[in-house]
């Protein structure tokens, strides 16, 4: 019996290990690559999830509809020669969104001849009243400039997955490519 519980959890956590990952042209600028078994969310769960007049290029989810990718884009002044001061500034948006984070990782970085700004982090929000639950994620967001204008690549699943996530999160943003 306990040889079938360990195996039935071998296979659930790493089942996503055999997920290659497939590309997928976000548009002329931008291609990514996200494991097979992701698809487009559907205009229900974007309804559900984002709360925005201005919605994300492109936002795609696992099977379980926990994990999530998204590309979105906003015209800005940066320059690519920013990095450093527009991390500073996003990361002080990323500290006023939730209620604790936890730094894991974050910096510039160069993925396929480009850089980035890019945070690796766990997040929680506390419930304001008894309908609600604590949420807890781990989110590898990045940040690129082209032609002035501004990409955010975001990955999140819950913190209770990132283990099994973690190292997917790391393939797929070391895919990004930007032209």
């Not at 940066?78 to 990323?94: A, N, P, R, T, V």
């Not at 949420?135 to 204008?149: A, N, S």
């Amino acid at each position: 019996m306990k040889q079938l519980i360990f195996g039935f959890f071998i296979l659930t956590s790493f089942s996503f290990v055999g997920d290659k990952l497939v590309k997928i042209k976000i548009n002329d600028e931008v291609t990514v690559y996200l494991p097979s078994s992701f698809s487009p969310m559907t205009k229900e769960d974007i309804e559900q999830r984002y709360e925005s007049y201005r919605l994300p290029l492109a936002l795609y989810t696992d099977p379980s509809r926990l994990v999530d990718f998204g590309v979105n884009r906003s015209y800005s002044r940066w320059q690519e020669s920013d990095l450093e001061m527009m991390g500073e500034f996003y990361k002080s948006s990323i500290l006023e969104l939730y209620d604790k984070v936890v730094f894991l990782s974050e910096g510039v970085k160069e993925v396929n001849k480009h850089k980035f700004a890019y945070f690796e982090f766990q997040s929680t929000v506390y419930p304001e009243n008894e309908y609600q639950d604590t949420v807890r994620k781990y989110t590898y967001i990045m940040y690129g400039v082209l032609d002035g204008t501004t990409y955010v690549f975001d990955f999140s699943c819950p913190m209770s997955s990132q283990d099994e996530w973690r190292p997917v999160a790391e393939k797929v943003m070391d895919a990004i490519k930007l032209k």
